[in-house]
């Protein structure tokens, strides 16, 4: 009897980078700051950038752009501490504030000349004004909004996954024939890594050749944002987040009951907000926000890859749901099979009374 044919073995294609692009060398983060603060984002990046760096075996950048009184060496020292090898310090005084020309050219320069194969900026309202920009103007491929960085060795490629179908599936796009890669990354979705006080770097001091009277847009004030009354939940230590599981708005009560004794912040998933029982700013997931909180309690939330996006990374995840086959007990911490609307009012008098007994001994 013949052996039936066997099929053919598929092998990974390798990709021969031209000379050109093998030039490029060197993982990039850009520090954004706004008066002398760095935005969390980039120091986020700057330990996910160190793992890529030494993945590639080649060096970790940070990329800071400041008016020349901006203290840009303190801000270069931060970049240090937090594991980048040196600085690329472009100071200029129409780069005091941000806007989006001399930004673009200035970054965009930086790039033409020192040649980075990898280049990453926060998904904040800057970063992805400043990552499409620059994109455009060096003509390379820009991912935005990754939940995760990777690097293929063999192609010596950044493979950038992100959400894809509204958040039902995870796509991983390389970029092969343009340098340098490009990525956004929201805040919250990479670890903080630890500072080393102390540690520092080489910095590459290069000048902006634009002067005030080339940029169109001018900044007449400064309005400080003021945020201290609506919800940080990308900083919460913890949140307790609610679904559609909870079966009604006035269910939805439970929720509140229980983040007021804990002191936390409230969240729900994008069905909440979409029926009208939580505001948009309260959203976690890949349409909302992104979190690292120590706890996370989700009550009533299947765990669909949208909402998953937002909130994997907490430290310890509690899940409440009446369903034993929903997809949150998969990757919960500690799993509850419970009808929310009558487990909370218990879970909630019970932290109540730990607390008060915290209290009273001391």
């Not at 990754?146 to 950044?158: F, P, Q, V, W, Y």
């Not at 029926?275 to 989700?298: E, F, H, M, N």
Request: charged share 20%.
């Amino acid at each position: 009897m013949s052996e039936a044919p066997q099929a053919p073995v598929k092998r990974k294609r390798k990709i021969v980078l031209d000379e050109r692009l093998q030039a490029y060398k060197g993982v990039w983060v850009v520090i954004e700051q706004a008066r002398g603060q760095v935005h969390p984002v980039s120091l986020e990046l700057l330990g996910e950038g160190r793992k890529l760096a030494d993945s590639l075996g080649t060096e970790l950048s940070g990329v800071v752009l400041c008016a020349p009184g901006a203290d840009g060496p303190a801000l270069c020292r931060e970049a240090f501490e937090h594991g980048a090898d040196l600085c690329y310090l472009m100071q200029s005084e129409v780069l005091k504030a941000y806007r989006n020309v001399p930004f673009t050219q200035g970054l965009s320069e930086l790039v033409n000349v020192y040649q980075p194969e990898i280049l990453l900026l926060g998904a904040t309202t800057q970063g992805r004004d400043l990552a499409g920009s620059v994109a455009t103007a060096l003509a390379t491929g820009l991912t935005a909004d990754c939940t995760g960085l990777a690097i293929d060795l063999e192609n010596r490629s950044l493979l950038s996954t992100r959400p894809t179908f509204g958040g039902s599936l995870l796509c991983t796009i390389v970029t092969l024939s343009c340098r340098p890669q490009m990525a956004t990354v929201r805040p919250r979705v990479m670890a903080m890594p630890a500072r080393t006080p102390g540690r520092s770097g080489r910095v590459v001091a290069h000048p902006l050749a634009l002067k005030e009277d080339d940029v169109i847009t001018k900044v007449l004030a400064f309005i400080a944002d003021d945020t201290r009354d609506k919800p940080q939940l990308p900083y919460a230590d913890i949140i307790v987040a609610g679904g559609r599981g909870l079966g009604s708005r006035e269910n939805f009560r439970l929720v509140w009951d229980l983040a007021r004794v804990l002191g936390a912040e409230v969240g729900g998933s994008r069905p909440v907000v979409q029926a009208g029982w939580l505001d948009l700013d309260r959203q976690v997931g890949q349409s909302g926000k992104t979190v690292r909180p120590k706890l996370y309690i989700a009550a009533g939330i299947s765990g669909a890859i949208q909402h998953r996006v937002g909130m994997e990374g907490a430290d310890c995840i509690v899940a409440i749901n009446n369903d034993p086959g929903a997809p949150i007990f998969g990757f919960a911490h500690l799993g509850v099979v419970a009808d929310c609307v009558r487990f909370l009012p218990v879970l909630t008098d019970a932290f109540r009374q730990k607390l008060a007994q915290m209290k009273r001994a001391g």
